[in-house]
């Protein structure tokens, strides 16, 4: 027990380290609308963080979750990546982005289990920001359509890290890792929001 706790204030700590230009949000220099798209998620803590732990509580949770919730923030995302491309814009999507990766870590550290259709709807929300920062952030001369579909992809790739991170804990039978997991992504929503 000692050990893992010790793990999990080392990874809260090495997490506060990183600087904030970890953020997605400042700027692409990809040529392609799919590397852009492809690597948009991935290049920026608030949406790894939020990605993957989507994938840990729908793990978490079971049975229809493990493919409603991920489905369901793909197309949300999609949703709200085309409505910023389409002129439709938001106020606060940072802080919404921020708020979903706190929300979601207190989620899987509490293991608070929910209706499918009621995870399902809590997931959707936050789809609506991670997709509208997206949207908003695409590079100017490239086409929409691969753009989209990039980020699509690398999100549901991050999903399924989540989900079989979750699953394999849960087989070896040490699921608290996860909600120790989520407690470092909640911590490092507080620090992002912070810095």
């Known amino acids: 027990m000692k050990k893992y706790l010790s793990a999990f204030w080392l990874i809260s700590g090495l997490i506060m380290l990183l600087p904030v230009s970890v953020h997605a949000h400042t700027g692409i220099d990809d040529v392609t609308g799919f590397e852009a798209g492809f690597w948009h998620p991935i290049g920026g803590a608030d949406h790894?963080?939020?990605?993957?732990?989507?994938?840990?509580?729908?793990?978490?949770?079971?049975?229809?979750?493990?493919?409603?919730?991920?489905?369901?923030?793909?197309?949300l995302m999609l949703l709200g990546g085309i409505l910023a491309l389409s002129g439709i814009h938001f106020s606060h999507v940072e802080a919404g982005i921020l708020i979903s990766v706190l929300s979601l870590g207190i989620l899987i550290a509490a293991a608070l289990k929910f209706r499918p259709t009621i995870s399902a709807c809590i997931i959707g929300f936050f789809a609506l920001f991670h997709g509208h920062a997206h949207g908003a952030e695409m590079p100017l001369a490239i086409e929409a359509a691969a753009y989209c579909f990039g980020f699509a992809l690398s999100t549901a790739l991050l999903h399924a890290i989540g989900i079989a991170s979750g699953c394999v804990l849960h087989k070896l039978n040490i699921g608290k890792i996860v909600r120790w997991s989520g407690g470092v992504i909640a911590?490092?929503?507080i620090y992002l929001t912070i810095a």
């Open 48 to 75: 790894l963080l939020a990605m993957v732990a989507v994938g840990l509580w729908a793990a978490q949770m079971g049975g229809k979750s493990i493919w409603l919730v991920p489905a369901t923030f793909v197309t």
């Open 187 to 189: 911590f490092s929503g």
